[in-house]
């Protein structure tokens, strides 16, 4: 008896901690709960000095056991240049796999480290001015790490993209910090505190990009949350006319399967 109470405070602990909800800008280690199985789709407008751009991505993750997952992302994109006629279409197709490398839990807490490899495949529309899709092949390899608490969770990300068709090849570097903002409890119905940066250096050309994060995060249930963000460029290294003012997110997570 004295066991089965230590195995459920156990199973409990454990749910407390996955309830905390994956970051909103950066990769999770975590592979179950509501980054397992199921969908995940966000609104993201992006106003830029010379554009205003809105994407529309869905992403379809399945988990293979509890240390492998696969899946699929696809994405609608709007591009409202200043003084042009807008243009639409369905942007490139990215295949991922996730696998798990480390793991260490303890009690109401956990610390992860995976691979990522994302694929990119270039069938976006390039029949337009401006482009939708990117017109390159692009494979991404990725370490993301997390330590995960009941009071906190640390989340990171680095990685290398490697382009073609004259794109220049980048290095990604992203870090997160979630804090709930309610007791744990279950079945979860949390309010999460992100903040963070998302980085990426481009090293053919030697320009970096940095943008601050931040957002909020609800957690519905076991099987649903929903969460919004803005992150502002606080280094930009690129031409005054294509600078981002500022990205907007806002989107939804459920688990179906």
Known sequence: MNRLIIILIGVLATTSVFAQGPPIFTETPILLGLDGGGLRTFGRF????NATVYVQPLAIPYNLGSKTQIGIAGRFININ???FESVSG????????????????????????IAKLDQVFPTGKTNSTPSIGS?????????????VTLKYGIYGQVGYNITS???PDNLIYNAAFVYPLLPQKYPPNQLNLNIGINGNFFTDVNSNTILASGG??????KTALFE??????IVEEVPEAQKTNYVLTFGTRILIF
């Open 46 to 49: 992006i106003v830029k000095e």
């Open 81 to 83: 240049p200043n003084n």
């Open 90 to 113: 369905f942007g490139d197709l990215t295949f991922f796999l996730k696998q798990q490398l480390y793991q260490k839990d303890g009690k109401g807490k956990t610390f992860r480290i």
């Open 135 to 147: 017109d390159s092949w692009q494979s991404q390899l990725s370490l993301v790490t997390g330590y």
């Open 165 to 167: 068709n004259g794109l």
């Open 216 to 221: 909020i995060q609800w957690i519905t249930s």
């Open 228 to 233: 919004a963000g803005l992150q502002i460029p």
